[in-house]
């Protein structure tokens, strides 16, 4: 079951999380064509925390007056977070986990691991749960108790990672100083402070993947990930490209990583699942979401067997199509989305090798000699 449902999205991480928008890295200002002069990244503390707080993008309210042409416009640029079972599992688990562990002093925190392919919205689940515990913890202690705390740290594993470059942006997210010449120990002791003093709950590690325990570099940065864990009284969560099939979990630091963590699948969404039909409802749910004057309720949905075919259920790439496709009938004027807009638009490059047409355009067959 998925939900579009807007505006309640500042849920407390022991709620359900609902619609969200999460792309305030890239958001366009109100008047729909300026972008943002500074987009702050959300690898920074500062920049995570205006994320947080930033009020999410929602079609308008029943009976609200009109959006103009440039809010239509930004507002699909940015576009809704949908609820999707995996943000829901997610949350569920961060939340009995952070209870579970709270008590852990001595050893590492049970931890969770975020699987699945590309585009499948692992980050975007990630995010939107790192928000919804900030906003918690906000609520649950005030402004004012809260200033100088950081309830949730979120770090991007850097390409070809090493011990000290991982532990570098661990310092990057707090603006710790780190001075040449400093020792990757000297770092990590830095970062293990301040994180404490912080109060960091949740540690969010996004792109793990990157790592292979199995080279020397990618060996030692899995051992300071773990040091991180037994020295940071936090739970971390951790997301990457399918990652049971890579090197992460194989050899001695692979079991010790398995051994604790569990795994939410972030999969392409299933045309059917016994009797519900996930994909369907995850397209119901954004074409709930649009504003767009002439759109005919129900349009998209229909659709569903063919965006699924040219999607592959990737909610990365269904995104992509429906967001752009509205932006196309906002500029021709047409405001309403049909196969023929869906058609003429050309996908990320991993849909459109998976997508073949069951029939070819006939100008194609025909023009062979
Ligand atoms: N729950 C959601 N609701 C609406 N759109 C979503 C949602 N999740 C993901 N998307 C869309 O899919 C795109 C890709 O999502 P995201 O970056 O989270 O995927 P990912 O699995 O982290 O990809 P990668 O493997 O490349 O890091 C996002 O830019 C967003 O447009
Ligand atoms: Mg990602």
Redesign the pocket.
Known sequence: MVNASPGTSDAPADASPSTADL?TSAAASADGDTPDPQPQSVTTWDGFQAFATTPVAAPPPPGAPRRSLEERLAYHSR????R?PA?DALAKNVRTLMILGRHQTVTARPSLIVT?P????????LLQVGRACHLAHTRRHGAAATAGRVPVAYVLVPPAASAKTLATEFARYLGIPVATGMSQAQITNAVCHTYTAAGVQLVMID?IHRLNPRTTTGAQSADLIKDLTERIGATFVY?G?DVTTTPLFTGVRGAQLAGRASLVD?AAFPARLGDSEPFRDLVKAMEAALDLRHHRPGTLPKLAPYLHERTAGR??SL??LIRQAAVTTLVDGTERITRTTLEAIRLDHLAEQHYRPRTRPRSRSTSAP
């Open positions: 792309s576009f809704v977070t949908v999707t943000i699945g590309a585009g499948a919205g692992k980050t975007t689940a792109e997301a490209i972030c909610i990365g995104a992509r």
